[in-house]
């Protein structure tokens, strides 16, 4: 009902305009995201752990290295390196594989961090996302709320311009004084400086709202009041806002495992195959090859093990601590939109009947303008009382809209 009011209101003063063309929200919305420099951020954080976890991926193969030495340490009349240690000289030329064994909990701990490290990512666009809509909305209905003003004022001013026409003959005629006119056209003097200044004003903002966007552009446009009634209340189960808090208690729980894991015994084997020769005159008979297994196993690391499983349940607890705080926050931030929505948009109804009554004496008034029964004054705080009526209402339907748009950011 709220919205049919506005929808009524500014197709009414719609024709009025003088621009030619009609830029939706939703332009200007999906302008903001592709634009965005931050979303693109995002964006190539979570490629940058794609290729992360490819990297993991790739340490799980066999590793190939190739190693060369050539060495000579000379023994001049006795004196230099001994001959038992240096062997005179030294020739290496080994190709070595490495691969490690039985480590695949620890992989898959390590995809869980990278998986979790997108689902964070993607939650924080999400988030951001959510912020730059409501800042983009915010200042398009802004734009509407000034728009709406200099509408209204066109029609005001014309028919303000028709009228003092009137009073200029009527004076002439003798049935209204010279500082009645006068008065009259101050008044009407006081609107154009007025249509002017909202003009400025409407420019202002629609530069505002291409820089949010990232929109290189100076032509004017025509707003058109965006439908935002379509708001859902559910519960906190599955928001995006909460989604965090869950994903930091996996990462902190996927923390302790890998930590856990550095505590597991290391297995793996390794082969090369090559040449190693002191004596070139017999290097053909020195290729060869070897193979084995390491195993390494922490025995003590000065409580370090102790000491990050503190540190991870301090985080846990911190987590648990902000998740709590919030909640509080989120539901009553929830209340309080709903309460204000219901309370702000029962006001239009009210403030539609009374422009209606303004509207109605108004148009008496001018009536009684054109027969002496009513003073040029009287008539000028009509008008005014009219004026300021729209003027309230427009600022209402407006405000209304921007709890609609406070709502949709915290919706589920």
């Known amino acids: 009902m709220v919205h049919r009011w506005f929808c009524i209101i500014f197709v009414f003063i719609l024709p009025a305009t003088c621009f030619a063309q009609v830029r939706r929200l939703d332009f200007y919305l999906q302008q903001g995201l592709v634009n965005s420099p931050l979303m693109k951020d995002f964006s190539n954080q979570v490629r940058s752990n ?18 060369g030495l050539l060495s000579y340490a000379p023994v001049i009349n006795g004196y230099g390196y001994s001959e038992a240690v240096t062997n005179i000289g030294n020739f290496n030329s080994v190709v070595s594989v490495t691969q490690p064994l039985f480590n695949r909990k620890t992989v898959e701990a390590q995809y869980s961090k990278i998986g979790l490290q997108n689902r964070s990512l993607a939650n924080t666009a999400g988030i951001s996302a959510r912020d730059l809509k409501k800042t983009i909305t915010a200042q398009y209905l802004t734009a509407c709320s000034v728009f709406s003003d200099i509408s209204f004022n066109l029609v005001v001013m014309k028919q303000a311009r028709e009228e003092e026409k009137l009073l200029n003959s009527l004076v002439k005629s003798g049935l209204y004084r010279q500082t009645d006119y006068l008065s009259f056209l101050l008044e009407l003097q006081t609107l154009e400086f007025q249509q002017n200044d909202l003009q400025t004003q409407y420019q202002r903002t629609l530069s505002d709202l291409n820089l949010l966007c ?30 965090r808090f869950s ?15 550095g505590y597991k015994p290391r297995v793996a084997w390794y082969s090369d195959a090559g040449l190693v020769n002191n004596d070139p005159a017999l290097i053909y008979k020195n ?47 929830r209340r309080q939109l709903n309460q204000a929505l219901k309370q702000t948009g ?32 009287d008539y000028i705080i009509a008008l005014k009382n009219y004026i300021a009526i729209q003027s309230n209402l427009n600022q209402y339907r407006i405000r209304v809209l921007q709890i609609m748009n406070e709502i949709n950011y915290w919706k589920d």
Do not use: C, M, W
């Open 247 to 261: 994903v930091d208690s996996l990462r902190i729980s996927n923390d302790l495992l890998i930590s856990e894991r």
């Open 346 to 377: 029962g006001l239009i109804p009210r403030l539609g009947s009374q422009l209606e009554l303004a509207g109605s004496i108004v148009r008496q008034d001018k009536q009684l303008l054109a027969t002496g029964g009513i003073s040029i004054t």
């Open 214 to 243: 990232g929109i290189n552009d100076t032509t004017t446009y025509e707003p058109e009041l965006p439908d935002l009634s379509g708001h859902k209340t559910g519960g906190t189960t599955g928001s995006l806002f909460f989604e």
């Open 287 to 333: 290729l060869g090859f070897s193979f084995g297994v390491t195993f390494s196993l922490p025995v003590f690391d000065g409580n370090q093990r102790k000491l990050n499983v503190e540190k991870l349940k301090t985080a846990e607890d911190t987590r648990r601590n902000y998740r709590d705080f919030f909640l509080v926050q989120y539901l009553q931030q």
């Open 50 to 67: 794609n290729l992360d976890s490819l990297i993991i991926h790739a340490t799980r193969v066999p590793q190939v290295n190739f190693n």
